[in-house]
């Protein structure tokens, strides 16, 4: 039973900061890439930052490139996404995954190749 939950969301002004956490539990994933996705309403699903599984390499969407850091802490089988200099269009339900291959950094940007999902959070930014 593998469960991932995201927490840290919220409403915030443009220029805010958020930092998001998601917990997993039910097996360790510390062979495993973890990624960030977002969900705007009406939109599609999108990938925002990714870290590799063996190192501290990581990927980020051109849209939070300097603004947004993923980090990880396999002891603690939890994935961070510190947001900064929020802006409005990052108004979305945040989610967690983990890919769904081992010993892989690869298609960290597709959501199809991620098995395990969180409920999501809610980060508003207001104007």
């Known amino acids: 039973q593998v469960q991932l939950v995201e927490s840290g969301g919220g409403l915030v002004q443009a220029g805010g900061s958020l930092r998001l956490s998601c917990a997993a539990s039910?097996?360790?994933?510390?062979?495993?890439?973890m990624g960030w996705f977002r969900q705007a309403p009406g939109k599609e699903r999108e990938f925002v930052a990714s870290?590799?599984?063996?190192?501290?390499?990581?990927a980020c969407a051109d849209s939070v490139r300097g603004r947004f850091t993923i980090s990880r802490d396999n002891a603690k089988n939890t994935v961070y996404l510190q947001m900064n200099s929020l802006k409005p269009e990052d108004t979305a339900v945040y989610y967690c995954?983990?890919?769904?291959?081992?010993?892989?950094?690869?298609?960290?940007?597709?959501?199809?190749?991620?098995?395990?999902w969180g409920q999501g959070t809610q980060v508003t930014v207001s104007s």
């Open positions: 870290k590799n599984w063996n190192g501290g390499s990581t």
């Open positions: 995954a983990i890919h769904g291959t081992s010993f892989t950094n690869r298609n960290l940007m597709d959501p199809l190749k991620y098995d395990y």
């Open positions: 039910g097996r360790a994933f510390t062979n495993y890439a």
